[in-house]
T-cell receptor, first 114, second 112 residues
Framework: SQTIHQWPATLVQPVGSPLSLECTVEGTSNPNLYWYRQAAGRGLQLLFYSVGIGQISSEVPQNLSASRPQDRQFILSSKKLLLSDSGFYLC?????????????FGPGTRLTVL | KQEVTQIPAALSVPEGENLVLNCSFTDSAIYNLQWFRQDPGKGLTSLLL?????REQTSGRLNASLDKSSGRSTLYIAASQPGDSATYLCAVRPGNTGKLIFGQGTTLQVKP
């Protein structure tokens, strides 16, 4: 069966510090991968998605970037965190092609920027 | 621009009641609609996926319907239990991409 992991589970970082969040999927090959952010009062918003190694699409201009160095690994990064980057970050996967298929979510990372 | 609305924002019911959660979307051109459950501080659990060509899907005590032309979906929960307490989110896939657009959710509390 497929499983998705995210770490760390929680993170408290000062403003201006770098960020690296990691997501890995097991039990499937060549998944589509997604990063979402859930901010208080703003609902879930898609940040990035990837259809393959090195292929990243950005949905929202922001202080963050994503990379996919391996087939089942998706990384969310920032060089300098802002207060507004605080939130609950969720990684998700689906089996390609895009249409008609479920997305499955990881346990999330709670990021607090102070 | 596709927008998804869920009503009510919060709901409290006694155990055993049948209940309906509502989801509406502004653009009927969707590929599918997915219902999720989120427990406090946790990730999302997929409950049901309805393709645009389908009218409903069932899983156990859950039944989701889709009326694409009117831009509505409902999640019916039969014989509610305290363990059903959570936030329920609906999301639509507006096109042939992986993007999901979420509603704000309905927070359900089932009292014993």
């Amino acid at each position: 069966s497929q499983t998705i992991h995210q770490w760390p589970a929680t993170l408290v970082q000062p403003v201006g510090s770098p960020l690296s969040l990691e997501c890995t999927v097991e039990g499937t090959s060549n998944p589509n991968l997604y990063w979402y952010r859930q901010a208080a009062g703003r609902g879930l918003q898609l940040l990035f998605y990837s259809v393959g190694i090195g292929q990243i699409s950005s949905e929202v201009p922001q202080n963050l970037s994503a990379s996919r160095p391996q087939d089942r690994q998706f990384i969310l990064s920032s060089k300098k965190l802002l207060l507004s980057d605080s939130g609950f970050y969720l990684c998700a996967w689906s089996v390609p092609p895009f249409s008609g298929l479920e997305q499955f979510f990881g346990p999330g990372t709670r990021l607090t920027v102070l | 621009k596709q927008e998804v609305t869920q009503i009510p924002a919060a709901l409290s019911v006694p155990e055993g009641e049948n209940l309906v959660l509502n989801c509406s979307f502004t653009d009927s051109a969707i590929y599918n609609l997915q219902w999720f459950r989120q427990d406090p501080g946790k990730g999302l659990t997929s409950l049901l996926l309805i393709q645009s060509s389908q009218r409903e899907q069932t899983s156990g005590r859950l039944n989701a319907s889709l009326d694409k032309s009117s831009g509505r979906s409902t999640l019916y929960i039969a014989a509610s239990q305290p363990g059903d307490s959570a936030t329920y989110l609906c999301a639509v896939r507006p096109g042939n991409t992986g993007k999901l657009i979420f509603g704000q959710g309905t927070t359900l509390q089932v009292k014993p």
